[in-house]
């Protein structure tokens, strides 16, 4: 796949952004690539997905594409990145990104998309749209809720770059490392994921994603729904087994 790299080991997939010299900008075509390799992936049901960039995370859409689209082509364009993060908000497993070098506009928009994050510590984040005159849209939709309003607004109109200290304090990423900690950081993550139930972490990242999308009382029907069918699974069963197992030594 063109600029994109998917490579799997049965239980866990990386997905790789490969047009380094670019910052892996996304135009269309990368975005069509990401697109795929999220869905391939999806269709083997991996344990865990990782998602990274060569050099950098990604340095945001593709301005020398955008500056040439009309209003309709514009449309198209940024359409085809929506899907590509939708893709990645509805994967079945966990997504977890490895954020170096910088992750701006789209490419912050791809962050959040992940369930969770690690970043090196010299990474930089932030929403530039506001200083190529246009409003930051899909996926930005999600920072009111991952941020808080005050936080959005301050990145969505000021278009200001911040550092990793500041996006792990207001709740951008879930780990700051140092840049050759970084790998080691996230693998310790994936560990993580995969001693713990597969499908009850599809079932909350599924519920995670209405709880975007409902008004409390929806949510917390949603939830009760989610309950009911975890123990349509032998999943319950079998881990509190092991946690009994665990705590008495055996």
């Not at 866990?12 to 135009?27: E, G």
């Not at 990474?123 to 309003?149: N, Q, T, W, Y």
Request: proline residues 5%.
């Amino acid at each position: 796949m063109s600029n994109v790299r998917l490579e799997s080991d049965g239980q866990v997939d990386r997905i790789t952004l490969t047009r380094r010299t670019k910052a892996n900008a996304l135009d269309s075509a990368t975005t069509a690539a990401l697109r795929e390799a999220v869905m391939e992936s999806a269709e083997a049901s991996p344990r865990v997905m990782v998602l990274t960039g060569d050099g950098v995370f990604c340095g945001g859409a593709d301005i020398r594409e955008m500056e040439d689209l009309d209003a309709v082509a514009a449309e198209h364009f940024i359409r085809g990145l929506h899907r590509a993060f939708l893709a990645i908000r509805e994967h079945p497993a966990p997504v977890v990104a490895e954020v170096r070098g910088a992750a701006l506009g789209a490419g912050l928009e791809l962050l959040v998309s992940c369930d969770l994050s690690v970043a090196a510590d010299d990474a930089i984040f932030g929403m530039p749209e506001p200083h190529v005159g246009l409003p930051s849209v899909i996926e930005a939709a999600l920072l009111p809720h991952v941020v808080g309003l005050v936080r959005a607004r301050e990145l969505l109109f000021l278009g200001d770059p911040i550092d990793a200290a500041k996006a792990a304090r207001i709740g951008l990423v879930g780990e700051v490392v140092p840049p050759a900690d970084l790998e080691t950081a996230v693998n310790a993550r994936v560990e993580r994921l995969l001693r713990l139930g597969p499908d009850a972490l599809a079932l909350q990242k599924r519920l995670i994603g209405r709880w975007l999308n409902l008004p409390l009382d929806q949510a917390v029907e949603a939830g009760v729904s989610a309950f009911r069918a975890a123990y349509g699974t032998e999943g319950p069963k079998q881990e509190m087994r092991k946690f009994w197992r665990r705590r008495s030594g055996r």
